[in-house]
């Protein structure tokens, strides 16, 4: 089934050390999405691509990097992780303004 | 600046009975408007959207919502709740004139008792 898949499910990392999560879709959607989500709290947008075009929010700290070298491929890279950082990352793509998004299961990063 | 804002944390229902979940907006634009459940330590899964048209919506799982542009409202809705729908629910908005940005409200949690 097409879908949005997140690896690992689990990522546990070490202060300070960088981190990468990953997305694939086999949707073919145009827009992808990176969600931060903190203990059942609303998911808070980091950034979002619509193709290759890159839209980070204004209060998404420097430390998180985002790449997406294809269609179906996007990263979240956060380059030194601290504890507010340990989170569920949810990807999430849509195909069209007016469209629903779909979500991939997350990722729920734990840093030590 | 587009926002969502969910003003109960919490709702309590019988199985059986009618529930609502509220949400109101604010976009500079018209929107686009959408209602996701979340279950324990998973994605957000769609359940309607509303983007023109009819005000009443309806969506998976028997659940419905109401647009009201005057009161800048989208609730949800149900007739008969089932323990099954207890989960967390997320309100969502889209400016039609900003893109593709989507920003969630904070959520409400809902619990059926039977």
């Known amino acids: 089934d097409a879908m949005v898949i997140q690896n690992p499910r689990y990522q546990v990392t070490q202060f300070g050390k960088p981190v990468t999560l990953s997305c694939s879709q086999t949707l073919n959607h145009n827009v992808m999405y990176w969600y931060q989500q903190k203990s059942s709290q609303a998911p808070k947008l980091l950034f979002h691509y619509y193709d290759k075009d890159f839209n980070n929010e204004a209060d998404t700290p420097d430390n998180f990097q985002s790449r997406r070298p294809n269609t179906s491929f996007c990263f979240l890279d956060i380059r030194s992780p601290g504890l507010g950082d340990a989170a569920m990352y949810l990807c999430?793509?849509?195909?069209?303004?007016?469209?629903?998004?779909?979500f991939g299961s997350g990722t729920q990063l734990s840093v030590l | 600046a587009q926002s969502v804002a969910q003003p109960e944390d919490q709702v309590n229902v019988a199985e059986g009975n009618p529930l609502t979940v509220k949400c109101t907006y604010s976009v500079s634009g018209n929107p686009y408007l959408f209602w996701y459940v979340q279950y324990p330590n998973r994605g957000l899964q769609f359940l309607l959207k509303y983007i023109t048209g009819d005000n009443l919506v309806k969506g998976s799982y028997g659940f419905e919502a109401e647009f009201n542009k005057s009161q800048t409202s989208f609730h949800l809705k149900k007739p008969s709740a089932l323990v099954s729908d207890s989960a967390l629910y997320f309100c969502a908005v889209r400016d039609r004139t900003g893109g593709f940005k989507t920003i969630f409200g904070a959520g409400t949690r809902l619990f059926v008792k039977a």
């Open positions: 999430a793509t849509a195909k069209l303004a007016g469209e629903k998004l779909f």
